[in-house]
T-cell receptor
Framework: DGGITQSPKYLFRKEGQNVTLSCEQN?????MYWYRQDPGQGLRLIYY???????QKGDIAEGYSVSREKKESFPLTVTSAQKNPTAFYLC????????????FGPGTRLLVL | DQQVKQNSPSLSVQEGRISILNCDYT??????FLWYKKYPAEGPTFLIS?????DKNEDGRFTVFLNKSAKHLSLHIVPSQPGDSAVYFC???????????FGTGTRLKVLA
């Protein structure tokens, strides 16, 4: 049963703490993406990766970092430099990147204590 | 600068009637468009797509229309069902990039 999984569903971060959100896909997709959704807003691109060991900044990359060591995995770290991390985080993937459908995971809600 | 706009934050439709969700864009370099449906605290679910070389695409109850000259696309749902109640996002792909620009969404409520 192919799909995208994200964990955890809810995550709490303390001040000054780095936290990592997990994203795994078994769709054999090359491209993976991280988006952030805030209330009343559309999805904004944080980072994307077209291939293993390569990734590019999106529109709001400041305070975030990623890695792509395996095709199936694209974890996102929210660092202490991200001053407003409370949001709903969505991971997506697509075959090659570009003008094609992106498929989304169920999301992780990050809250700051 | 909001390049993709969904100007109606919400829409209510009676069950069985047509729902029409609209999306306007400003960039003529957009070449592919997607519509997603999203329930609260869940990831978006892909509904239907359309390439800029077409003006219509249909899949079951869902039809997307593209008017390139007006830079406008619309999603028609016929007939509307209570399970269609969700937030709908349009997304536009910028040619030559890996980026999609998302609209702010329209909340559809289908009344039984």
């Amino acid at each position: 049963d192919g799909g995208i999984t994200q964990s955890p569903k809810y995550l709490f971060r303390k001040e000054g703490q780095n936290v990592t959100l997990s994203c795994e896909q078994n769709l054999n997709h090359d491209a993976m993406y991280w988006y952030r959704q805030d209330p009343g807003q559309g999805l904004r691109l944080i980072y994307y990766s077209q291939i293993v060991n390569d990734f590019q900044k999106g529109d709001i990359a400041e305070g975030y970092s990623v890695s792509r060591e395996k095709k199936e995995s694209f974890p996102l770290t929210v660092t202490s430099a991200q001053k407003n991390p409370t949001a709903f985080y969505l991971c997506a993937s697509s075959w090659r990147g570009g003008a094609e459908t992106q498929y989304f995971g169920p999301g992780t809600r990050l809250l700051v204590l | 600068d909001q390049q993709v706009k969904q100007n109606s934050p919400s829409l209510s439709v009676q069950e069985g009637r047509i729902s029409i969700l609209n999306c306007d864009y400003t960039n003529s370099m957009f070449d592919y468009f997607l519509w997603y449906k999203k329930y609260p605290a869940e990831g978006p679910t892909f509904l239907i797509s359309i390439s800029s070389i077409k003006d219509k695409n249909e899949d079951g109850r869902f039809t997307v229309f593209l008017n390139k000259s007006a830079k406008h696309l619309s999603l028609h749902i016929v007939p509307s069902q209570p399970g269609d109640s969700a937030v709908y996002f349009c997304a536009a792909h910028r040619e030559g990039t890996y980026k999609y620009i998302f609209g702010t969404g329209t909340r559809l409520k289908v009344l039984a």
